[in-house]
């Protein structure tokens, strides 16, 4: 969070917008910490992000956590391009990693709110999020795979200082891969992407060889060592500076 920029108000937020709309951006993300009940709290923001919509024309993603049907259609609206969710799948980590007093049950609420709302969104799932295992990601897509995502990305578990989880070795690459494979086959025409969060060094060099070769069409930041041996294997290569969630829109007008 840190990294990003703060607008805690509707007016900094509508205020940030245009400057960064200044300085050339043709889109952001909005995001912040959730609630006990698993939401992000946009209710106030809404207005605001109708205002950049219309003054600026930004595409606007947002990051919306645990949401219903009612705030899903404000955010339509409004005129959010889509929304972001991250979807878990075990009731254990929810409650032990997340210390939500939520269960999967609220996330499969929310993705079918989305879905009726035909809000476009994307669902990030989370490997290696229970202390650096898999435990739930494969029914996280089995959910996911009952609605209509515009997208899908897989993103992992990588330790930050300062955390308490700093210590908590990641999931292997392999273990990434395993889901990767998964979450092909059981979405063979959605767009599926590596996300960002994923661990740094040799891990992310492997792991982004293994992404290519288990079918994914995007991966966010990747290394060289994927580069090379996507053109080894004669692949089409493009690149581009937006958000990996974006590929559902590249993917429409492809």
Do not use: W
Not at 101 to 120: D, G, I, W
Not at 185 to 198: D, H, N, Q, T, W
Request: net charge positive.
């Amino acid at each position: 969070m840190e990294t990003m920029y703060p607008a805690r108000t509707p007016e900094e937020l509508y205020s940030l917008c245009g400057k960064l709309k200044s300085e050339g951006a043709v889109g952001c993300l909005i995001s912040g910490g959730c609630l006990p009940d698993g939401s992000v709290p946009l209710d106030r923001f809404v207005e605001a992000i109708r205002q950049v919509k219309a003054d600026f024309g930004l595409t606007v993603f947002a990051h919306v956590g645990i949401v219903n049907f009612e705030r899903a259609l404000r955010l339509k609206e409004a005129g959010v391009d889509a929304a972001l969710i991250d979807v878990l799948g075990a009731d254990e980590t929810i409650r032990e990693v997340y210390n939500l007093n939520v269960t999967v049950k609220n996330y499969e609420n929310a993705l079918k709110a989305l879905s009726q709302t035909r809000l476009p969104f994307v669902p990030h799932v989370i490997v290696g999020l229970h202390y650096g295992k898999l435990k739930g990601e494969l029914h996280a897509l089995q959910m996911i795979s009952r609605y209509k995502p515009s997208a899908l990305v897989i993103i992992a578990f990588m330790p930050i200082h300062g955390t308490a989880m700093a210590h908590v070795e990641p999931p292997k690459p392999l273990d990434i891969a395993r889901v990767l494979a998964a979450a092909r086959v059981m979405f063979p025409e959605k767009p599926l992407a590596l996300g960002c969060m994923r661990p740094k060094g040799k891990h992310r060099a492997e792991t982004d060889v293994l992404a290519v070769k288990a079918g994914v069409d995007a991966v966010a930041f990747p290394t060289e060592e994927a580069i090379k041996f996507a053109e080894k294997q004669g692949f089409k290569i493009s690149f581009s500076s937006y958000c990996c969630s974006q590929i559902y829109l590249d993917f429409l007008k492809a």
